[in-house]
């Protein structure tokens, strides 16, 4: 009886729709919003810029400024989470380069930059010194080295290596005592032609570092005394010596968004990536014409973090001035959307720096690890042959 009445009940209400057919493979609708159309003969929607950037087997140079402003704006929890995947296939997450940056010349700056507590033309209380002595400045390269840094930095305020001959021949003996250590070596020296970089890689030098800042557009706003293409005619000098490039930036100098976006453009169009990208946020310094620039929000650090992994994915990109703002949470955030690497010490030039003992803390709580020296360069010449981590670093990329 309950068998006639479902077949009742199904015949009238094949009658109520006659929308319905039959079919060989049973009833297709022809009404609502439903379509006949099988799944797998509707057009493949392309993907998106962000998508593509997640299939990186290697680094690309021709990226557009509106493809970078598409990841750029990507949600913030995908760009992030995306970074981190990618940063992961490149790199090992659990490896942070440990850098120590020195001043060996303090003060006394031509420039105009105008969130550097350095320059003469502003007054900050800084005493300008003379350059610190080959021993010196070795002596700080071992503290650094027993501390667990990797990488040690020298910083000199001046405009450019013009008639230093005497200092340059000091810096080069900087350079190969702290090879001799078997760190790596960086200095940041100003403008530097292409015959000083020939000599400062003979010497040893393992990267020179000159930052862009900003984007073109919104870089005279900051600096008046030195163009931007001066700027690139170093970075030039210094990759066609033969030296790692470490160009990067600062957040919070007055710039918008694109401007980020700008930035990050440029370095990544360059004939090569850089080896290393630091991120600095200003410091406020008193006295400077910046001194009064609202702190730089953290969701703006992080996005031209994860930006950066995705565009450049064999960089170092590098937690560099204003970490001390940053909580323990916000850091690892950075670190799990691509940041490997940090500056660590006492000081970081004349700013505040977060200390060895605090990084150690940080480190040992979240499974992460000093990188050892020439460690990314290694993996490099690895990944040249196979496209993929060795055995014991594959081992690690669970945290």
């Keep these: 009886m309950q068998h006639q009445r479902t077949l009742f009940l199904l015949k009238a ?3 109520a729709f006659p929308q319905c057919q039959r079919a060989s493979t049973g009833l297709v609708r022809r009404y609502g919003t439903t379509s006949d159309v099988l799944p797998s003969q509707l057009p493949k929607a392309q993907p ?21 402003k598409e990841i750029y704006e990507t949600p913030l929890m995908q760009l992030a989470f995306g970074a981190g995947t990618l940063h992961r296939r490149f790199h090992n997450p659990a490896a942070i380069q440990m ?12 420039e105009d930059c105008s969130y550097c507590a350095q320059s003469s033309r502003y007054k900050t209380g800084l005493k300008a010194t003379k350059m610190s002595s080959v021993d010196a400045v070795l002596a700080a390269a071992k503290i650094a080295k027993e501390n667990g840094s990797t990488r040690f930095c020298m910083g000199a305020a001046w405009r450019d290596m013009r008639g230093r001959k005497t200092g340059l021949k000091n810096i080069k003996a900087m350079v190969e005592g702290v090879k001799g250590m078997g760190m790596e070596v960086c200095v940041t020296l100003g403008m530097i032609d292409a015959a000083q970089a020939r000599e400062l890689k003979e010497a040893g030098l393992t990267a020179y570092n000159h930052n862009l800042d900003t984007s073109r557009e919104h870089y005279p706003s900051v600096i008046t005394t030195r163009t931007y293409d001066e700027r690139l005619e ?29 930035l990050i453009h440029t370095v990544a169009t360059m004939p090569s990536h850089p080896e290393s990208f630091p991120v600095n946020t200003l410091v406020a310094i008193k006295g400077t014409p910046m001194e009064g620039n609202e702190p730089t929000p953290f ?28 909580s323990e949470e916000q850091q690892v955030l950075c670190f799990m959307a691509g940041a490997n690497a940090v500056f660590t010490g006492e000081k970081m030039l004349t700013t505040p720096c977060n200390g060895w003992d605090e990084d150690r803390l940080i480190f040992d709580k979240w499974g992460l690890r000093p990188m050892e020296s020439f460690e990314v360069e290694a993996l490099r010449g690895f990944q040249k042959s196979a496209f993929s981590l060795p055995e014991k670093e594959e081992e690690n990329l669970s945290i």
Excluded at 51 to 68: G, Y
Excluded at 99 to 110: F, Q, V
Excluded at 309 to 317: C, E, N
């Design 13 to 15: 209400g094949l009658r």
């Design 48 to 68: 998106s810029v962000f998508e593509n950037a997640l299939q990186a087997n290697s680094p690309r140079n021709n990226w557009t400024r509106e493809e970078i």
């Design 99 to 110: 850098c120590t940056l020195m001043n060996i010349k303090t003060g006394g700056c031509t």
């Design 234 to 262: 170093t970075i030039k000098n210094v990759r066609e010596a033969g030296l790692n490039v470490c160009t990067g930036g600062i957040l919070g100098l007055g710039e918008k968004a694109h401007d980020h976006v700008g």
């Design 299 to 326: 969701d703006a650090t992080l996005r031209t973090i994860a930006t950066a992994r995705l565009v450049m994915p064999r960089t170092i990109i590098r937690l560099a001035a204003g970490r001390t703002a940053l």
